[in-house]
């Protein structure tokens, strides 16, 4: 279990103080964390885990359990593999006040360890596949450093599998996800859960939970104490 410096419960505590009364985010995150002198990890986790109340409950009930035969899954690429890839290289992966899993790690503009990123991808494309899906498409943001060759990495193992698996580059992942029609999400980011009228798979917390043995963070239980 991750330990948490002294402040974090009293800065997760007056962050939402202040969001509660519509103080903007980003001006209230940088007034929080100075003050209560949160490292790296915890500013992102008050960042990306910590939101108002009635907008986790709405996020929380996108949320699915195990689908279905037959599904069709929109999978946030590079959201869902760098999760993993967080867990793997020990850094700090937490469940947020939505109940969505989350890392704390911050890649961008960092050097993606490639080895952990292969094994990523391997788990996630046999996990989707043990789903007998109908349909499994990824989508890869363009922008991303390498985005071409970690994208590779995924149509490398289509050829191996025994469903419909698909690469869609683009430089707009996030609107592309937020705008499928059908199917089910699978990603972690907050803006296109929010869009989405779709239900919402919390794939990189399943493929964890059915592989090792993780025992996470949970915000919720942090902000209710």
Sequence with gaps: MDRFSVHFCDAIRDYLYFRERRYPAKSVLKLICDRYQLDAAERTMLFRGITLPETARTRLAKLCG????????????FNQCLIIVSYLSGNRVFISCDGVLRDASGFH????????????????VQTLESFRPGDIIFYADSQISGAGRLASVATELFGHTSVSCHMLMTEKADEALASVAGGII?????????????????????VLEHTFNPVFSDLRNICAS
């Design 66 to 77: 195990t689908p279905a035969a037959g599904a069709c899954f929109h999978v946030d690429y």
């Design 109 to 124: 503009g960092k050097k993606i360890p490639e080895h952990l990123f292969i094994r990523s991808v391997e788990l996630i």
């Design 186 to 206: 699978c990603t972690a980011d907050s803006a296109i859960i929010d869009r989405t009228g779709l239900p919402v798979f919390d794939l990189a917390k399943y």
